[in-house]
């Protein structure tokens, strides 16, 4: 073990093999990596490579064959000894993979001593997990969740010593109400199995049990609500993987099993839903009414026909052209430095979710919560929409890589309202092309877009039931038509969509709590070209 000068950690260096040569590996504490190079690389170079520590997933002994032993200068030791490096490597399109190495060492003693360096090192990350509780949905999207879980993730558990709990789903609401059950303290963190709605289940019974435990009333809309810092990791297998698309920039099983087991932590915000005092719903991506809203509606009737049900309601939806009359008021979010018209979009560690989570706890703590809230400027707009969407992540997918709303940020404590006014079909196509390429989806009149930390909404079929106006649902359907007689609209209120769950009450007051609860994951990383490790094509050309 080498001592550095001034106070720094210790590095361990050998000459260890390698393939059929030997390299010098090194493991540095100080910068937190693994590194083995060729002390005499060939012409073609690249032969420098190196793992972040925090990347490693697993060392483990390994037992050496005769096939093995008998390779170039191995075969010349009498017992050789050797251990493997399970680490991740990252492929193209944010994708991680399980990758190894295998050193062979001269003697026992040092082989050894790599092993125990490496595995206190593997201890000295605190924040990954050691117990999970599992939720797995057989019964989402293809019906694949348990085949994906036993094949592709628990083997990658095990080999991290991540001990579970797996708890098969068998009806609807069955994750929520055991979280309201179980010891949730000896968890480090729960993982759902399943898509979006199973999602949405395992984090409204995680927040309702750490309100329950605190004793706050979630029907209070102004109620401040408690963090929950137990993560939930999500292992992509349903219809739609929104959340996970926007949360590490793929939907891929092995990649969100790896994020769990390097113990990557992603804050996120979480708008509340209240309606006269109740509480409804909780929701982290989209929260749409219109156009979204009817989708959805209609393609709860078509199950059968699988993920292509929101194909056929898509376009049925769009040709049927409805568009709905309200009010919305918003309050708009002050403490943020984005806006939704930026060009940079939100990213690992990003600065926006930051500074905008300090200012917001800044202003907290001289206002008071409760004066800020009642002082504020409310804006009211109202008219005719075709959909009204609310957004706390970009919500990307792979038809739409930049989602609703590209420069939505994970982390800052707002919303982005979008508000699509009544407009031509063929402007309205116009704007849902938009969200597949590389245009400015905002760039029309029709469309206004809004940060928010808070908003509410009240139909106009609602405002005049209260009004108690009478027979105003034949005035309004005469009225509508003449204003646009092929809308093919009716008085009927739409449902709002709720991170893929209806909604069916209109009227609703919607409140952003930054950062309520954490995921498994680190955002989305810039692409760059791999390093290191990922550098080890050439690597593997020589084994």
Known sequence: ????????????????????????VTLD????????????????????????TSEIIAVEETEVNKKQHNIGKWQKMAKPHAFTVYYVKKARNHRWRC??????????????QWIQALKELLEMQKSRPKQLLVYINPYGGKRQGKRIYEQKVAPL???????????????????????????????????????????????????????????IDQNNPK??????????????????????????????????????IVGDCQ?????????????????????GYGFYGDILKDSEKKRWMGPMRYDYSGLKTFLSHHYYEGTISFQPAKHTLGSPRDKDSCRTGCYICKKSE?????????????????????????????????VNMSCACPRSPKGLSPAAHLADGSADLILVRKCSRFDFLRYLVRHTNQDDQFNFSFVDVYRVKSFQFTSKLSEDNESN???????????????????????????????????????????VHCQLMKLFARGIEENCKDEAAYSQSSVEQLL
């Not at 073990?1 to 010098?24: A, D, I, K, N």
């Open 267 to 287: 804050p996120l915000d979480v708008s509340s839903i209240h309606h006269n005092n109740m509480f409804l719903k909780y929701s982290v991506s989209l929260l």
């Open 29 to 52: 504490e100080e910068r937190g990596r693994l590194a083995w190079r060729d002390p005499r690389p060939p012409r073609r170079g690249g032969e420098n490579c190196f793992v972040p």
């Open 469 to 511: 106006v009478t027979d105003t649902g034949k005035k309004r359907f005469g009225q509508f038509c003449r204003d646009h007689p092929a809308c093919c609209c009716n008085t009927a209120n739409s449902t709002w969509n709720c991170d893929g769950e209806t909604l069916d009450i209109s009227a609703i007051e919607v409140r």
């Open 157 to 215: 558990f095990s080999l991290a010593s991540i001990s579970t709990d797996v708890v098969i789903t068998e009806h609807a609401n069955h994750a929520k109400d055991n979280l309201f059950e179980v010891n949730i303290n000896k968890y480090d963190g729960v993982v759902c199995v399943g898509g979006d709605g199973m999602f949405s289940e395992v984090m409204h019974g995680l927040i309702g049990r750490m309100q329950k435990d605190s004793g």
């Open 358 to 390: 300090q200012q917001l706890a800044e202003q907290h703590k001289e206002c008071g919560l409760k004066h800020e809230e009642d002082e504020e400027e409310w804006k009211v707009i109202k008219g005719k929409f075709l959909a009204i969407n609310a």
């Open 223 to 260: 109620a401040p609500l408690v963090q929950c810092n137990i993560r939930i990791g999500i292992i992509p297998a349903g219809s739609t993987d929104c959340i996970c698309y926007s949360t590490i920039g793929i939907s891929d099983p092995v990649t969100s099993a790896l994020h769990i």
């Open 99 to 112: 990758s190894d190495v295998t050193f062979w060492c001269v003697d026992e003693h040092l082989c050894n």
């Open 1 to 24: 073990m080498e001592q550095l000068p001034g106070g720094r950690r210790p590095r361990l260096v050998s000459s260890l093999g390698l393939g059929q040569r030997s390299w010098e």
